[in-house]
C-alpha cells in the first residue's frame, strides 16, 4: 500500500526531496502544499498519511502539528544540511523525526516508517527531556516536580490565597514555582506587586507553540520573588484566554517540573468542557488551562468558602470534578467564622459536609481578612507578613501534606472519569 505524503517545504532544495520522495517504494507525494493553510486544509480534508514540513515553514507552531496530528497524520521535519538552528526548531515543536535535505530515498522511507509509527504526544515529551535545555538551570537533579493544582467553584473562596501561601510555605522546603493559570481572573502578578505587564503564562504558551521554550526560557519567564519561589504571573486581560491552549498548557507544566519542586498551579473556577458543545474539535477551549493543569496534576487542593452558599457550592464542585480527568482533591473549607454558619462553625461544617456529602477529611482556615489585606497591601506572602497569625499556620500545616514529598512524579489514586 502507498501511503500519501503532503509537503510543505520551502527550501530551494524542496525538488530533490520530492525527487527522493517519488522514489521510495512505499510513498506518494499527494500534494505539494504551497504554505501552512494549504497544508492543514488539506489534511482537513483527508489527503494524506504524512506531512513533511520545513522548519522556515511560516506561522508553523505547536498547534499546527498538533492540528495533523488531530487529522491522523504523522509528521517529519526537513532541514537544509547542516542547520543545527532549524533542526533544534523542529524538535522544540515536538517533532522526533527530523531529516536533511540531501536524504537518499531508502533514508527517507525509514524516517517516514518512524514518523507513521510515533505520535507527536511522545515526540513532545522528548522535546521537554532536550538534554540542551538542562544545563542552563537545574535545581531539581533531573527528579521531576510534583504539580499541585489549587482549584474551588465561582465566587472566590480564596484560591490564590491557598496557591500563593501554599506555594511560599513550600518554597521553604524546595523550590518551587507558582503559576497563575486563571484566565478569568489572573491575580498573582498584583498580591505579589510584580508589573501587571508581566508576560509570564501567555509568554510561556507562546514560546511553547513556537517550539522556543526550554528550561532557561522558562527560568527567565518566572522571576525569583523571594528565596525559592518563583512565579509564572498569569494572561493579564481575560480576552487573551485563547493563547492558553492545553497543549502548550501541557508543556509548560512539563517543563516546569524541571523547574522546581513543587509547581503550585492557580486555577480558574470553570470547568466546563465547550469542546462537548462543538463540532469543531481544534477550536480554543475557554477552559483548556483549568483543564490542563488539573489533569497534568499530581495533588489537588479544592479550596470552599465557609458560608452556606460557599459550602452548597462547594459540594457540587466536587461532585463537578468526578466528571474531569483530576487527582483525588483535598478539601480546604476557607474563611471559617461563626458569624456565617453559627457557633463551634468547624463542628456545625464537618456534620453538614460529612452527612450531605460523605466529605470527612476536611482542612479548615480560619477567617482572617486584616491579615490577608496587610500582606496583599504589603505585596507579600504570610510566612513573610504574619509568621504567627492562626491563618498562617493553618496553611503552613496544610503545606506539610506536600513538603516532605519530593520524590518526584508517581502519580496518586485518580479518581475513574465518568463522561
Ligand atoms: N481566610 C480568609 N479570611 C478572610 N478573607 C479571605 C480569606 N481567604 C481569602 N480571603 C479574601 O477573599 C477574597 C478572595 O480571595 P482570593 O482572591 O484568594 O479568591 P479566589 O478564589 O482566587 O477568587 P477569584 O475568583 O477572584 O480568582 C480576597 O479579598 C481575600 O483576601
Ligand atoms: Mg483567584
Not at 188 to 205: F, K, S, V
Request: proline content about 6%; hydrophobic content about 45%.
Amino acid at each position: 500500500m502507498t501511503r500519501s505524503v503532503l509537503t510543505a517545504l520551502t527550501g530551494a532544495w524542496e525538488p530533490d526531496v520530492v525527487t527522493a520522495l517519488e522514489a521510495t517504494s512505499g510513498y506518494a507525494v499527494a500534494r505539494r502544499c504551497a504554505d501552512l493553510a494549504d497544508l492543514l486544509a488539506t489534511a482537513a480534508a483527508g489527503l494524506g498519511d504524512l506531512a513533511l514540513v520545513s522548519a522556515e515553514l511560516r506561522a508553523l507552531d505547536r498547534p499546527a502539528l498538533h492540528e495533523l496530528a488531530e487529522h491522523g497524520l504523522g509528521v517529519a521535519g526537513v532541514v537544509a544540511p547542516g542547520d543545527e538552528a532549524g533542526e533544534r526548531r523542529l524538535r522544540q515543536l515536538g517533532l522526533a523525526v527530523v531529516v536533511r535535505a540531501d536524504v537518499s530515498a531508502p533514508e527517507l522511507e525509514d524516517a517516514l516508517d518512524e514518523a507513521a509509527s510515533g505520535s507527536l504526544g511522545a515526540a513532545a515529551d522528548a522535546a521537554v527531556d532536550d538534554p540542551v535545555a538542562d544545563d542552563p538551570v537545574d535545581l531539581t537533579a533531573g527528579r521531576p516536580g510534583r504539580v499541585l493544582a489549587v482549584w474551588g467553584p465561582t465566587g472566590a473562596p480564596g484560591r490564590s490565597t491557598v496557591a500563593l501561601n501554599l506555594a511560599a510555605e513550600l518554597a521553604a522546603h524546595a523550590p518551587t514555582l507558582l503559576v497563575d493559570a486563571d484566565t478569568y481572573g489572573s491575580s498573582l502578578a498584583q498580591a505579589l506587586g510584580l508589573l501587571d505587564e508581566a508576560p509570564g503564562m501567555t509568554a510561556a504558551c507562546r514560546a511553547a507553540d513556537q517550539g522556543g521554550l526550554d528550561l532557561l526560557a522558562l527560568a527567565r519567564l518566572a522571576p525569583e520573588v523571594s528565596p525559592g519561589l518563583r512565579v509564572l504571573t498569569g494572561t493579564p486581560r481575560p480576552h487573551r484566554w485563547t493563547e492558553l491552549r492545553a497543549p502548550s498548557v501541557a508543556q509548560v507544566l512539563g517543563i516546569a517540573r524541571q523547574l522546581a519542586t513543587h509547581v503550585v498551579v492557580d486555577c480558574g473556577f470553570c470547568v466546563e468542557d465547550d469542546e462537548e458543545l462543538s463540532y469543531d474539535t481544534l477550536a480554543p477551549r475557554r477552559n483548556a488551562a483549568t483543564l490542563t493543569a488539573l489533569e497534568e496534576a499530581d495533588d489537588l487542593v479544592v479550596v470552599g468558602a465557609a458560608d452556606p452558599i460557599g459550602l452548597q457550592r462547594l459540594v457540587r464542585a466536587v461532585q463537578d470534578l468526578a466528571t474531569v480527568p483530576s487527582p483525588t482533591p483535598t478539601v480546604v473549607v476557607n474563611k471559617v467564622r461563626a458569624s456565617a454558619v453559627g457557633s463551634r462553625p468547624e463542628r456545625r461544617i464537618a456534620e453538614a459536609l460529612g452527612r450531605f456529602a460523605g466529605m470527612d477529611d476536611l482542612t479548615y482556615l480560619p477567617w482572617d481578612q486584616a491579615t490577608l489585606d496587610a500582606a496583599m497591601f504589603a505585596g507579600t506572602t504570610l510566612v513573610d507578613h504574619a509568621p504567627q497569625s492562626e491563618l498562617r499556620r493553618a496553611l503552613q500545616s496544610l503545606a506539610t501534606r506536600w513538603a516532605g514529598d519530593t520524590a518526584g512524579v508517581s502519580r496518586r489514586s485518580r479518581r475513574a472519569v465518568r463522561r
